[in-house]
């Protein structure tokens, strides 16, 4: 059972344009959400999170907007640069339990054309 | 600041031969993670280790076994590798960071053929 189901799988913006990735979780007890984008031949790295007391959250160019009632919440990159190509993984955590499990999604390749 | 370590980067393997792969970690986080991760599927997680002496299996354990050595080190073992483990394989850690949720550092991985 998949409990955080992304979307698009891939992406291809052109440069200057606005990349949007969505994803939906099911379990009501994640109480965390963080992006991870990942370069070729490289490991994950958290790139923005978000509490779900909070319906929006903005680091320079990336901003995850988030709708509890959903169950959703979303990735968006303004004005996308080359350097922005890379595979992006949402995720959701439940911290409750001691452990900080990782339910990641399975992934959206964005490429940005110049 | 090496963060995290993963040894070996690349290993091709015969079906029925067992390897370890290791993973260190210098940041003194107490939980350490193994995931493998294969196309279209994202990250999956093997097993974990929440604190020192500790082990869980998570999403797809079977075929593999854990050591949590110390607090830094935490290993995978394949005992009889198959084709269907072929994959990368990452080894996070995170720390204790009340109120400000979870973030796992990733290791470069290790990419396993099994032939």
């Known amino acids: 059972q998949q409990q955080v189901k992304q979307s698009p799988q891939s992406l291809i913006v052109q440069k200057g344009g606005i990349s949007i990735i969505n994803c939906a979780y099911e379990n009501t007890a994640f109480d965390y959400f963080p992006w991870y984008q990942q370069f070729p031949g490289k490991g994950p790295a958290l790139l923005i999170a978000?509490?779900?007391?909070?319906s929006e959250k903005k680091e320079g160019r990336f901003t995850i907007s988030f709708n509890k009632s959903a169950k959703q919440f979303s990735l968006h990159i303004m004005d996308s640069q080359p350097g922005d190509s890379a595979t992006y993984f949402c995720a959701a955590v439940y911290s409750g339990a001691g452990s900080y499990q990782l339910t990641f999604g399975k992934g959206t390749k964005l490429s940005v054309i110049p | 600041n090496a963060g995290v370590t993963q040894t070996p980067k690349f290993q091709v393997l015969k079906t029925g031969q067992s390897m370890t792969l290791q993973c260190a970690q210098d940041m003194n986080h107490n939980s350490m993670y193994w995931y493998r991760q294969d196309p279209g599927m994202g990250l999956r997680l093997i097993y974990y280790?929440?604190?020192?002496?500790?082990?869980d299996k998570g999403e797809v354990p079977n075929g593999y076994n854990v050591s949590r050595l110390n607090k830094r080190e935490f290993s995978l073992r394949l005992e009889s590798a198959a084709p269907s483990q072929t994959s990368v394989y990452f080894c996070?850690?995170?720390?204790?960071?009340?109120?400000?949720?979870?973030?796992?550092?990733f290791g470069a991985g290790t990419r396993l053929s099994v032939l």
């Open positions: 280790s929440a604190s020192e002496g500790t082990t």
């Open positions: 978000i509490r779900p007391d909070v």
């Open positions: 996070a850690s995170s720390g204790p960071q009340r109120g400000a949720g979870n973030i796992q550092y």
